[in-house]
């Protein structure tokens, strides 16, 4: 397929504004279970802020590299990439960790077939950051595939901004229901990314990739009762966690 590649478009400016977006609503999503015990934190571990730091950062640098392109600035655009070098590993970590810490609480409180359920996203959702994060420093040197896959690492995060949307302002019950909602939410915008894409003659490719990972995740959801699912939650808890 025939690509034009411009220092910036439309997905470029539109990605910026929805990411500012998306911070204003991060800091609505985590005020009730977290920025509400300012400054005590009492009840979170030092894991918690960690990690939260990580993903604020990894979400700032999602605003500030589409806004350093709008803005021709290439240089610093290109020093703030290569610091991802050393950020990106860490958030895939702590994403790790916060998981582990979960389900050793869970396994404490609760079946473990509920335990295995509930992790059913939290397992993959690190696998797929890394996977889309890794195919955009592959493809660094080309624009057009570099911005779509690290566009794609926004919809590994972003579903923990949504479900707690869902269940702590808009009152939705039950927590699967909220990521189950996010997820579909999630893989429905990157169809519209391939659509569009598409409808310009360009490679849908890497966008159909993001979409695909986004569908294990929903797969791995629906799966979360299987005798398969709940063996692999095992065999992981009792190896590494």
């Known amino acids: 397929m025939k690509q034009i590649i411009k220092p910036y478009d439309f997905t470029t400016k539109a990605f910026f504004i929805a990411m500012v977006i998306l911070f204003l609503l991060l800091q609505v999503a985590f005020h009730p279970t977290y920025l509400q015990y300012f400054p005590q ?10 990690h939260g730091a990580l993903m604020v950062s990894w979400v700032m640098m999602l605003i500030l590299q589409p806004y350093l392109i709008i803005k021709n600035k290439y240089k610093t655009h290109r020093l703030i990439g290569k610091i991802s070098y050393i950020t990106a590993p860490l958030v895939f970590i702590s994403m790790i960790l916060i998981t582990r810490l979960s389900y050793l609480k869970m396994v404490g409180e609760m079946p473990f077939n509920e335990v295995a359920a509930f992790q059913s996203l939290n ?3 690190p696998f797929n950051f890394l996977l889309i994060y890794s195919l955009a420093i592959i493809h660094r040197k080309d624009v057009f595939k570099h911005k779509r896959f690290m566009i794609g690492t926004l919809f590994t995060v972003s579903g923990a901004v949504f479900s707690r949307i869902l269940i702590h ?27 569009n894409d598409v409808r310009n003659k360009v490679n849908p490719i890497p966008y159909t990739i993001v979409a695909i990972a986004i569908f294990i995740g929903i797969f791995n959801m629906h799966a979360r009762y299987t005798e398969v699912w709940q063996s692999v939650v095992r065999f992981i808890g009792d190896r590494f966690f």
């Not at 934190?41 to 960690?50: A, E, I, L, R």
């Open 169 to 195: 302002i808009v009152g939705l019950s039950g927590e699967l229901d909220a990521f189950f909602f996010t997820e579909y939410f999630s893989v429905s915008l990157v169809i519209l990314l391939i659509l």
């Open 123 to 125: 397992f993959i959702g």
């Open 41 to 50: 934190f009492q009840g979170f571990s030092w894991m918690h802020h960690v």
